[in-house]
């Protein structure tokens, strides 16, 4: 994506890391959220995976912004690994 986007002589991904479906990056401060929440354990991002595909994308002149949607659309991710911070709800995340 990288390379077609600076082909095309756009400047800037917009990456959503995180979403309702799953939450791929290993925190070191909130390891649970990519242990119980990502797809699989080969399907995350550690923080040199995330800074290599910057530094990657800046030499290539495109801006790669990464988004945490925390804890809004990833309720089911902080459910999982820590149902402490999900309240007891009709509706809510417990998984």
Request: contains cysteine; charged residues 20%.
């Amino acid at each position: 994506m990288v390379d077609a986007i600076s082909y095309a002589k756009l400047n800037t991904i917009h990456w959503h890391m995180t979403d309702a479906e799953s939450f791929p990056f290993d925190s070191k401060r909130r390891p649970l959220l990519s242990r119980k929440g990502a797809f699989s354990a080969q399907e995350r991002y550690s923080p040199l995976d995330v800074a290599g595909l910057v530094e990657y994308s800046r030499t290539r002149g495109v801006r790669l912004m990464v988004e945490f949607d925390a804890p809004g659309h990833a309720a089911p991710s902080w459910c999982k690994g820590y149902p402490d911070v999900c309240p007891p709800a009709p509706g809510c995340w417990h998984l």
